[in-house]
């Protein structure tokens, strides 16, 4: 078995040259955080902890501070931790401005009786918890969003009323970074967190699948890990992370998994823009998609820095 393992993505779609150097370098710096945690004999709980909050602090991904903005202008962050040893979980939405929406996450998993707050109860929570305040606008995605509106405007993209129409049959118009990790720890327990700001033009409101257990985020020692990243309904509509963890259990190894996973959108969803990562209980990584890009990085005992990367292995398949 390899252990202990990191695998952390920032986010699939399409990534622009301007972000590229800065995604791969932010993803890197996340698995370490994650992986420093691990050699030292840490959980995997707070690996992936760690490795989200990294990159929810780093603007340049789509989770926490530089999150995608509401077709409003406002920013609702969501996120998501589960534990594969006891299957605890917390997930969080619509937070105006806590700073790293992954502690509080945590903080409902370990403190309430509850998996998932969102709004006003969770920045109570957050309160109590004395966890830090900021402000989370920044004016990339201010830019993102203008771009993308402009676009609409000129009448380029359809702008239906389902949301799900649109970002099907136009997956370029969104800035898809939310960030996950998934680990493996020393003691064999799996963990696995995601965090997103959602995307640019959302409907406020709106809740994907990075706050979803099951969808966007699992973990199960008896099976392994997965978080998610693309069109949120489409993960939620096929209960995408558990459906990895699934394969895993059935025998699949993680690659296996994240590419059956990503044959199921594609012959169930015609294809809409996804990615995952994974990892099994004999800690193999897997890493799939269909969109163009996924940011991401792992590290393990064999290296002496994290493997980044803007592509894994791109799935075209139904089957
Ligand atoms: N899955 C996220 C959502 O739909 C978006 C992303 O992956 O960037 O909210």
Redesign the pocket.
Known sequence: MQKPVIVVHG???MWRTERKSAGLAGVSAAALAGFDILRAGGSALDAVESAVVTMENNEVF?AGHGSALTIDKRIEM?ASIMDGKTLNAGAVGLLKNIKNPTRLARIIMETTDHIFIIGAGAEKLAELFKLEIANPFTELRMRYWTETKEKLMRGEHDYLPKLHTLVTSNPQL?????VGAVALDKDENVAAATS?G??SL?FPGRI???AIIGC?TYADNEAGASS??????I?VKLVLSKNACDSMRSGKTAQEAAESSIKLVNRRMSGGSMGLITLDMAGRIGAAHNSQNLCWAYMTTKSRHPKTALAARIVKETA
């Open positions: 986010g699939a779609g789509n969501e969104f800035d898809l970074g939310t997103t959602g995307f959302k994907g699948d990075s966007g998610t990243t693309g069109i949120g309904e993960a």
